[in-house]
């Protein structure tokens, strides 16, 4: 599938072909930080299929594990664009936020599950409001 995508302001765009059905959500607690989400949303794209057009800033972030990953999102307005090995780029597991066709990438497996907030496995259940900005949340 040809997708297209870009960082919030503009500054980095891409161009892509990836499998659909390889999209996945990860609940992984360095995930949930760098992302600021109770999980992130991504799908890879070989580096030979991947057009990138702009200046990625990147972070490296060594897991508990050892494992290190390279970071890349825009150094104006911070959107996370993809992670990939540092050492070996050969794939860029692309973050779904900033692809335009991201309605039609539909996760199909999530992993670690165990450091998932238990509410965000399922959230029906939880007011939707459509069409409207959402009401000021002030403390108690």
Same mark, same amino acid.
């Given at each position: %599938? &040809? /997708?297209?995508?870009?960082?919030?302001?503009?500054?980095?765009?891409?161009? !892509?072909?990836?499998?659909?059905?390889?999209?996945?959500?990860?609940?992984?607690?360095?995930?949930?930080?760098?992302?600021?989400?109770?999980?992130? $949303?991504?799908? @890879?794209?070989?580096?030979?299929?991947?057009?990138?057009?702009?200046?990625?800033? $990147?972070?490296? #972030?060594? !897991?508990?594990? +050892?494992? #290190?990953?390279?970071?890349?999102?825009? +150094?104006?307005?911070?959107?996370? /664009?993809?992670?990939?090995?540092?050492?070996? *780029?050969?794939?860029?597991? =692309?973050?779904?936020? !900033? /692809?335009?066709?991201?309605?039609?990438?539909?996760?199909?497996?999530?992993?670690?599950?165990?450091?998932? %907030?238990?509410? $965000?496995?399922? /959230?029906?259940?939880?007011? *939707?409001?459509?069409?409207? &900005? =959402?009401?000021? %949340?002030? @403390?108690?």
């Amino acid at each position: %599938m &040809k /997708i297209e995508g870009r960082c919030h302001c503009g500054a980095i765009s891409f161009e !892509a072909d990836v499998d659909p059905d390889k999209v996945a959500l990860c609940h992984c607690t360095d995930c949930q930080t760098i992302s600021g989400a109770p999980f992130r $949303a991504s799908v @890879p794209a070989p580096a030979e299929k991947l057009t990138l057009r702009g200046t990625v800033k $990147a972070y490296v #972030k060594t !897991a508990d594990s +050892g494992n #290190k990953r390279l970071h890349g999102f825009c +150094g104006e307005c911070g959107s996370a /664009i993809y992670a990939t090995t540092p050492d070996d *780029q050969r794939v860029f597991n =692309l973050r779904v936020g !900033a /692809i335009k066709q991201r309605a039609e990438l539909v996760p199909k497996i999530q992993g670690w599950c165990r450091s998932a %907030m238990p509410w $965000a496995m399922d /959230i029906r259940g939880i007011a *939707q409001v459509p069409d409207k &900005k =959402l009401p000021p %949340m002030k @403390p108690d």
